[in-house]
């Protein structure tokens, strides 16, 4: 089957591409295994200038990736301009500190001379959605290029164009070809690449039925995976809270990406003498937002990624209305088959509706109701997911203390959750395992070698 770049917005098909054959992913396959032999033996100043370069070039070309993402999944342009720029920070990221981070621990034993060296595996397959089509595979790329391993990246089905635009950057900046490549190919042939020996581990970003199936093979040929999978985040807004602040930010977690986002807040659990004011406000901030075309400057949001998602979340909120959640703002598709989706406030969301355990990846808020703070984070861990949350007091170490009985990867008090090459990302429970980004993210795969000298 072809695979096709389709314009949300408009419906247009913009490019169409061949799916490559089995013969040319393994083809391609051999030489970034003949690569790898190579590339680990460069040294890290050799590795770190191209990663420089990488990241020069995703500022330089900012404005046109911004376009490819707003054509490919309807990202507004300034989301995509920050993407790639936040591509490049983490680039530079890993020029700086992959060294430092790989350096050879020396550890006090009975030995003479005892230490952990981290060496590099080889082909990493990168399994990619299309949310972030930039920033999801650069966090992997860069800590795996910088590590001596080289990667294959078989991005998601919609976004062809971005991902051959980011083997692009990393092959103008000098990187040998066969050190990144993109694989143009359906679903089908995953499973038959890591079977391949020559695939040594996976990283896969998406939902929890492909988490399960790669990992499920990758475990079968006894294979290191790291899964970053769905997310329901709880926003947790106590009624001590600086309640503009919180309501107003409210609306930017939500929307994030038009609320096609692992990490946008999803369910926001408020105590219940703020609440009623918490919705008022939340739903200012949301009604003020924008819908456009997303290659118009002044667009705030644009439309969900495909129509499919569109009618899924439609029925989602259809059936939790039936189920007894209360709709304070009512939007959506303005017609089925439509990727148009304007923002959706539900409140009175209790156990037994969809909207309760099920995530909502698009822009949808869920408001629960809390007694008090501990019944705010029985309902925020009362959750088969577990990636991020946050807390929101005016009592920063009172927020500290709750942010520690969140059950999530990340947790932050009185700020967006947000990802960053500083610190470790990914969840617990459903959510995933395994770390991305920080010192964390560049260990993962690489082998941790004891080396001891009696």
Same mark, same amino acid.
């Given at each position: 089957?072809?695979? %096709?770049?389709?314009?949300?917005?408009?419906?247009?098909?913009?490019?169409?591409?061949?799916?490559?054959?089995?013969?040319?992913?393994?083809?391609?396959?051999?030489?970034?295994?003949?690569?790898?032999?190579?590339?680990?033996?460069?040294?890290?100043?050799?590795?770190?200038?191209?990663?420089? *370069?990488?990241?020069?070039? #995703?500022?330089? *070309?900012?404005?046109?990736?911004?376009?490819?993402?707003?054509?490919?999944?309807?990202?507004?342009?300034?989301?995509?301009?920050?993407?790639?720029?936040?591509?490049?920070?983490?680039?530079?990221?890993?020029?700086?500190?992959?060294?430092?981070?790989?350096?050879?621990?020396?550890?006090?034993?009975?030995?003479?001379?005892?230490?952990? $060296?981290?060496?590099?595996?080889?082909?990493?397959?990168?399994?990619?959605?299309?949310?972030?089509?930039?920033?999801?595979?650069?966090?992997?790329?860069?800590?795996?290029?910088?590590?001596?391993?080289?990667?294959?990246?078989?991005?998601?089905?919609?976004?062809?164009?971005?991902?051959?635009?980011?083997?692009?950057?990393?092959?103008?900046?000098?990187?040998?070809?066969?050190? @990144? *490549?993109?694989?143009?190919?359906?679903?089908?042939?995953?499973?038959?690449?890591?079977?391949?020996?020559?695939?040594?581990?996976?990283?896969?970003?998406?939902? %929890? =039925?492909?988490?399960?199936?790669?990992?499920?093979?990758?475990?079968?040929?006894?294979?290191?995976?790291? #899964?970053?999978?769905?997310?329901?985040?709880?926003?947790?807004?106590?009624?001590?809270?600086?309640?503009?602040?919180?309501?107003?930010?409210?609306?930017?977690?939500?929307?994030?990406?038009?609320?096609?986002?692992?990490?946008?807040?999803?369910?926001?659990?408020?105590?219940? =003498?703020?609440?009623?004011?918490?919705?008022?406000?939340?739903?200012?901030?949301?009604?003020?937002?924008?819908?456009?075309?997303?290659?118009?400057?002044?667009?705030?949001?644009?439309?969900?990624?495909? =129509?499919?998602?569109?009618?899924?979340?439609?029925?989602?909120?259809?059936?939790?209305?039936?189920?007894?959640?209360?709709?304070?703002?009512?939007?959506?598709?303005?017609?089925?088959?439509?990727?148009?989706?304007?923002?959706?406030?539900?409140?009175?969301?209790?156990?037994?509706?969809?909207?309760?355990?099920? %995530?909502?990846?698009?822009?949808?808020?869920?408001?629960?109701?809390?007694?008090?703070?501990?019944?705010?984070?029985? #309902?925020?861990?009362?959750? !088969?997911?577990?990636?991020?949350?946050?807390?929101?007091?005016?009592?920063?170490?009172?927020?500290?203390?709750?942010?520690?009985?969140?059950?999530?990867?990340?947790? @932050?008090?009185?700020?967006?959750?947000?990802? $960053?090459?500083?610190?470790? @990302?990914?969840?617990?429970?459903?959510?995933?395992?395994? !770390? %991305?980004?920080?010192? #964390?993210?560049?260990?993962? @795969?690489?082998?941790?070698?004891?080396?001891?000298?009696?």
């Amino acid at each position: 089957m072809p695979i %096709e770049s389709v314009n949300p917005y408009t419906g247009r098909t913009e490019r169409t591409f061949d799916a490559f054959s089995w013969a040319e992913t393994e083809r391609i396959l051999a030489e970034a295994h003949t690569a790898f032999a190579t590339w680990r033996t460069t040294d890290f100043d050799h590795r770190s200038k191209l990663m420089r *370069r990488a990241a020069e070039l #995703l500022r330089e *070309r900012s404005d046109e990736l911004a376009r490819l993402m707003a054509v490919e999944m309807g990202k507004p342009l300034a989301d995509g301009r920050a993407e790639a720029n936040k591509c490049a920070l983490c680039c530079d990221f890993y020029a700086d500190r992959a060294a430092e981070f790989l350096a050879d621990e020396f550890i006090e034993t009975e030995a003479q001379r005892s230490f952990i $060296a981290y060496e590099p595996l080889g082909a990493v397959l990168a399994v990619m959605p299309w949310n972030f089509p930039f920033w999801q595979v650069v966090r992997f790329a860069a800590p795996a290029l910088m590590a001596g391993n080289v990667g294959l990246l078989k991005h998601a089905s919609n976004v062809p164009q971005c991902a051959l635009a980011l083997e692009k950057i990393f092959h103008d900046a000098g990187f040998p070809p066969a050190t @990144f *490549r993109t694989l143009l190919i359906g679903s089908d042939l995953v499973e038959k690449l890591i079977a391949d020996d020559r695939v040594v581990a996976v990283t896969l970003t998406g939902s %929890e =039925p492909a988490g399960a199936a790669v990992a499920a093979t990758a475990g079968h040929h006894i294979k290191k995976t790291v #899964l970053e999978l769905g997310g329901s985040d709880a926003f947790i807004v106590l009624a001590d809270a600086d309640l503009p602040l919180a309501a107003k930010t409210a609306a930017q977690a939500r929307m994030i990406n038009s609320g096609q986002s692992c990490i946008a807040a999803k369910r926001f659990i408020i105590e219940k =003498p703020v609440i009623k004011e918490f919705i008022a406000q939340l739903k200012e901030h949301l009604q003020a937002l924008r819908y456009g075309d997303p290659l118009a400057e002044g667009t705030d949001y644009g439309p969900l990624a495909r =129509p499919d998602l569109a009618d899924e979340l439609t029925e989602q909120v259809e059936d939790s209305v039936k189920q007894g959640a209360k709709t304070e703002l009512e939007g959506g598709q303005p017609e089925p088959g439509s990727a148009q989706f304007a923002p959706v406030i539900l409140s009175n969301v209790q156990p037994g509706q969809r909207a309760y355990t099920e %995530e909502f990846f698009g822009p949808v808020a869920l408001v629960l109701e809390a007694q008090d703070a501990d019944d705010a984070i029985r #309902l925020a861990n009362d959750s !088969r997911f577990g990636l991020g949350g946050s807390v929101w007091t005016r009592d920063v170490k009172r927020g500290e203390q709750l942010a520690r009985q969140v059950q999530a990867g990340a947790v @932050f008090v009185n700020s967006l959750v947000k990802s $960053a090459p500083e610190v470790p @990302f990914g969840g617990i429970k459903k959510s995933g395992y395994g !770390r %991305e980004l920080s010192h #964390l993210g560049i260990r993962e @795969f690489v082998n941790q070698k004891t080396i001891w000298i009696a």
